[in-house]
């Protein structure tokens, strides 16, 4: 996990509704992410490899199918880390 990456895939909102839809829904093919927006598979794409990039997602294959899935340990390190600086 690299902090830069992560804050950079937090940052665009389309990433974050995608991490909010996998918190909901659980385990999604990127077909299935894909229909929920009014976006090109290709951006989805990237988004979705920006967001395993930041370690923010699994992926597993399955027969020709891709899944993603919401890592929350980067989220549980990244709450660790802010929490520091509380007084």
Known sequence: MSFPDVFKALSDPVRREILTLLK?????S???IAAE????????SYHLSMLKKADLVFETRYQKYIY???NTSVFES???????FRE
């Open 68 to 70: 993603y899935e919401i």
């Open 78 to 84: 990244i709450a660790m880390w802010i929490l520091q």
């Open 37 to 44: 927006f009014e976006l090109s598979n290709a951006t989805i």
């Open 30 to 32: 990127a077909g299935e």
């Open 24 to 28: 909901q829904q659980g385990k999604m």
